[in-house]
T-cell receptor, first 112, second 114 residues
């Protein structure tokens, strides 16, 4: 079985500050890991994914995430937050048969 | 670009009504999924389908059914809507049956049951 933990429900940063959104997972098989972003009143959009190979994954809008097997983590970072990054972010882990298990999501606010 | 469309963005129904939510994808994907999204609970899988006329229960199938008569279309049915089914419903699709792949999401339908 798979599970995802995203600690906290809300993160607030200043514009230009580092963004760090944490994700820990549990998986009985080698995981595929995903970060999705949801802007208000929209569906989910893929930010980045880890399947195999390089553990540092770069995504859209300057985001990246590092797969750390020993820590069962896949934290999302961006060096400098922009106002347009304000959204809800979901971490997900793959299971059998193409199914995804999502975390509860975390809302990112960006202060001017 | 993959496009997943949902028939309505907002829907208001009465308790006891039969409700149909439609989802269409244009990328010839084999896998299709229905989720509901509630604050603080993230996305929870209701049903999914690997092929036409195939369906499998997800984590919270109670009170829902699905239909997949054509490959590109996946319908979610609330046989008798209840107020606790007020939620955001998201449809997704992904490529090849049984293969781990990116899921592409529609814009969602916000359903209110009065």
């Amino acid at each position: 079985a798979q599970s995802v933990t995203q600690l906290g429900s809300h993160v607030s940063v200043s514009e230009g500050a580092l963004v760090l959104l944490r994700c820990n997972y549990s998986s009985s098989v080698p995981p595929y890991l995903f970060w999705y972003v949801q802007y208000p009143n929209q569906g989910l959009q893929l930010l980045l994914k880890y399947t195999t190979g390089a553990t540092l994954v770069k995504g859209i809008n300057g985001f990246e995430a590092e797969f750390k097997k020993s820590e069962t983590s896949f934290h999302l970072t961006k060096p400098s937050a922009h106002m347009s990054d304000a959204a809800e972010y979901f971490c997900a882990v793959s299971g059998a048969n193409s199914k995804l298990t999502f975390g509860k999501g975390i809302t990112l606010s960006v202060r001017p | 670009d993959v496009k997943v469309t949902q028939s309505s963005r907002y829907l208001v129904k009465r308790t006891g009504e039969k409700v149909f939510l439609e989802c269409v994808q244009d990328m010839d994907h084999e896998n299709m999924f229905w989720y509901r999204q509630d604050p603080g609970l993230g996305l929870r899988l209701i049903y999914f389908s690997y092929d036409v006329k195939m369906k499998e229960k997800g984590d919270i199938p109670e009170g829902y059914s699905v239909s997949r008569e054509k490959k590109e279309r996946f319908s979610l049915i609330l046989e008798s809507a209840s107020t606790n089914q007020t939620s955001m419903y998201l449809c997704a699709s992904s490529g090849v049956r049984g293969r781990l792949d990116t899921q592409y999401f529609g814009p969602g339908t916000r359903l209110t049951v009065l």
